[in-house]
């Protein structure tokens, strides 16, 4: 009742829906939007039907924390000792859905279902003190949010000062495994006790142990692939599979990265996929004429997402099937090494084919750090001398042969053909000092660093605009002119200004809090978040957000920045900061990359001239 006061400014009427309390809003317009969010109407069987609005699914974190904190205090429940937490629900979409933003918060859960009356019922369950205590301290309600009694009962048992357990994260290490690293220690049991490590019951009860337990155990043992397994637990947790099952499709896939693991399953919901997205939606997208994609040592599924979902997309530019422009290279992991190796030369050889032909090719290798492990392999075979870890002397003349082969020519009959390499590395543990990453940067003139940090952020493409670079700036400014975008360079410049102010001013947030920064330094944040989240920040699954043109882009720059000089202007007269953050036309500008299609550049004119109107009123009252 109070939030359709607050919100709507509606009146509701109480009255009992199948003996459960509810209340009646008369309005058809609340109507229309809660259907546009993806509320399924009365009479469509809302309980078996419903699903989480993609709204939810595209908001940050805070808002997700909200969601699930007030749909538990509705439809959640609690055992009389606090020490279990469920989500029950008749739909499976809700289900998955509520699993999926669980995960994004870290909370670990487990899925169940069973049938009753010939209907199906979906829970969610989260069990053990620390995954509790995840979604209290996250999910808990907030200010003058409504308060359950539900949530005194977690609390109680959060705080009744007696240890607590996990069943959900343990790692599945057998008992022989932990044995041989324990004895290869040479310590007594009694020592590892002294500093908290009990290891009794997991070396010979066959108890598995938590992830905290094997964290403490590894970091007290000389074995690396147990340490290496620890440091991968920061990322995964393991989760057995007890039956595998096909749902029938299509459904949304949010990419997730999991650097240096491997693609997991988490139980009958959410996919979590490595992140070569990135690839595809450049091969997708790219002005180019003809496509190769080569996939040198990476899995086959990869592969068969390609091939399986290229034939539906249009070209843009020629209206027919984008596979018919494309030529695909498998090459998976399980493929002889030396079919490996030559899957990079017969992918730039078909390239340079094309370009002779006067066509521009865009050639996608993912990965070149496989191909080098195979010439690894291959020299080793051959009892070469091997140079730094293993690979042969020969590795940086053969990446700066493969780079050089580049380039855009004109043909014997006078077209203009080109070739551009994106070749995609993968560093083992993200390590950039590797001879792979540090032989190709020296060959390359534009490098796209991808950050663990901002993929953890649910940031994609998770490409730094810090660490990375590009040398073509000065000769691609001509072509910008000849667009009609002769600020192009000064935005970027601006732009770019920005961001490293931001990124200089975290050290201090870090520290004191962004509340202690003066609102000079407060806007500097602002404006580097709405160029972060409404520009840099991209949804490969979003029909509006996958591409946008040359045109959009500097549309959307312009108007961002236009924020930030009108905004600059209005402080210096003495406004709070709260003031501009809170205005209507903030929130728009993040959403402007998925709400403007391409076609209706027009209305992002309609933002400036909102923008304008909504600064203007603010400052009449800071002359």
Known sequence: ERLGRRLFGLEPRRYIANTVPAVRFGSTILVKLLVHLGIPESGHRKSRTCSIPTVILKSPERVVARFLGAYFSCDGSTSSDGKELEIATASQSMAIGLSYLLLRLGVLHQLSSKTVGGRDHFGIFIRGKEEIGRFYATCKPEGDSPHTEKWDQIATYLHDGKSGYTAVDVVPAAPQTLRMAYQAMNSPRSKLETRGVYVSNYLYGGERTSATVF??????????????????????????????????????????????????????????????????????????DVVVYVGCGERGNEMTEVLQEFPHLTDPRSGRPL???????????????????????????????????????????????????????????????????????????????????????????????????????????????????????????????????LASARHFPAINWLDSYSEYVDEVVAWWREQGHEDWHALREQALEILQRENRLQQVVKLVGPDALPDDQRLVLETARLLREGFLQQNALDEVDACATVEKQMRMLRVILHFHERAVQIIAKGCPIIVIHDLPIVNTLVRMKTTVPNEQLEQIDEIWKALDEQMDQVKRNYR
């Not at 007890?242 to 896939?253: F, L």
């Not at 291959?378 to 009892?383: A, K, P, V, Y």
Request: proline share 6%; aromatic share 10%; net charge negative.
């Open 323 to 453: 596979m018919e422009r494309t030529i695909l290279i498998a090459n998976t992991s399980n493929m002889p090494v030396a079919a490996r190796e030559a899957s990079i030369y017969t992918g730039i050889t078909l390239a340079e084919y094309y370009r002779d032909m006067g066509y521009h090719v865009a050639l996608m290798a993912d990965s070149t750090s496989r191909w080098a492990e195979a010439l690894r392999e291959i020299s080793g075979r051959l009892e070469e001398m091997p140079a730094e870890e293993g690979y042969p002397a020969y590795l940086a003349a053969r990446l700066a042969e493969f780079y050089e082969r580049a380039g855009r020519v004109i043909t014997l009959n006078d077209a203009c053909g080109s070739v551009s390499i994106i070749g995609a590395v993968s560093p083992p543990g993200g390590d950039f000092s590797e001879p792979v990453t540090q032989h190709t940067s020296r060959f390359i003139r534009c490098f796209w660093a991808l950050d663990k940090a």
């Open 215 to 288: 964290r403490q155990f590894a970091a007290r043992c000389d074995s690396p692939q147990i340490r290496a397994f620890a440091q991968a637990l920061e990322s995964i947790f393991c989760d057995p599979i007890t039956e595998i099952e096909t749902i029938p499709g299509p459904h949304d896939v949010y990419d997730v990265t999991v650097p240096g693991a491997h693609n997991f399953v988490g139980g009958m919901g959410p996919l979590i996929l490595h992140n070569t997205i990135a690839q595809h939606q450049i091969a997708k997208w790219s002005d180019a």
